[in-house]
């Protein structure tokens, strides 16, 4: 699934991050790609969930000052 947009309701947020935990607790939670290795590390599960649900402070670019 592709990543949500920041501008997504906080319900599709927490539901995203939801789906991402239940497939780490199923097995089926791969770093990467569908072909990269399983995650194993809750830790990792859940950075992997923010990222997908646009929660994570990574990634972001920050306001310009203006000069």
Sequence with gaps: ???LSRKA???AKRARMG???HKFK???LHSGSKKG???QS????IA???HQSGQSK???KGRRRKR
């Design 42 to 45: 809750r830790k990792q599960a």
């Design 19 to 21: 789906e991402e935990m």
């Design 1 to 3: 699934m592709p990543k």
């Design 48 to 50: 992997i969930g923010l």
């Design 58 to 60: 990574y990634g972001r």
């Design 26 to 28: 199923h097995g089926t």
């Design 37 to 39: 290795p399983i995650v």
């Design 9 to 11: 309701g906080k319900k």
